[in-house]
């Protein structure tokens, strides 16, 4: 087996294994959690149920349709992206890295196209149910992304001398968010940190 194959083969295993473990984490939480009950593991760790319409880590921006959209098409290039490189002879950590960002960015478009159809949305403190296809709470495509992992790490009121700040309660780290998103930032980091000279001059040379 050449290079390119094990790379590809490589790719397609990798990305499919993260997806599915993402899948996996965001179902037994939809289903086993009502929305916004909490677990407390730890002072700085907590599994927190919520869901939301926008991009990573719970942010509401632009229609749900033409966010959506625009992730597949992403996702489509990314995949087209990868593949370029895999011909050009990429490195392994490169390649872990941009499949990472492939598998976190179409663990998200899972939730968001499929999500509505498949499951119902109860109150509180119900948990919701698979249900039959085209049942669920929301239309195709305009489901809602599963987040769940809450890292309050330091939290600290503010002096009340501070302008602005006075007396305020801060937290950090307080977004909640998913394997999925864990997964596009490490990739990100990771390439932005060792590897974007590489993918750059690979790219040029394309």
Request: net charge positive.
């Given at each position: 087996m050449t290079r390119r194959q094990k790379q590809t083969l490589f790719?397609?295993?990798?990305?499919?294994?993260m997806l599915c473990a993402d899948q996996l984490?965001?179902?037994?939480?939809?289903?086993?959690m009502y929305?916004?009950?909490?677990?407390?593991?730890?002072?700085?760790?907590?599994?927190?149920f919520t869901e939301n319409r926008g991009m990573a880590f719970g942010m509401e921006l632009f229609d749900k349709f033409f966010l959506t959209?625009?992730?597949?098409?992403?996702?489509?290039y990314l995949i087209y992206f990868i593949a370029k490189h895999i011909r050009k002879g990429i490195g392994w950590g490169c390649l872990v890295c941009l499949n990472l960002i492939l598998a976190g960015a179409a663990g998200n478009i899972f939730d968001c196209?499929?999500?509505?159809?498949i499951f119902n949305n109860p109150p509180a403190p119900i948990v919701a149910e698979f249900v039959s296809w085209g049942t669920g709470y929301d239309k195709l495509f305009l489901?809602?992304?599963?987040?769940?992992f809450y890292f309050p790490l330091v939290e600290w009121d503010w002096?009340?001398?501070?302008?602005?700040?006075?007396?305020?309660h801060f937290i950090f780290f307080s977004p909640i968010f998913n394997f999925a998103d864990a997964c596009i930032s490490c990739?990100?980091?990771?390439?932005?940190?060792?590897y974007n000279r590489k993918v750059v001059r690979y790219d040029e040379d394309g």
């Open positions: 790719s397609v295993i990798f990305s499919v294994a984490i965001k179902i037994a939480v939809k289903t086993s929305l916004h009950q909490s677990i407390h593991v730890t002072d700085w760790f907590q599994i927190v959209s625009f992730r597949i098409i992403a996702v489509s196209v499929f999500y509505g159809m489901g809602k992304v599963v987040d769940m002096p009340t001398w501070v302008p602005l700040l006075h007396g305020q990739g990100v980091m990771a390439i932005l940190i060792f």
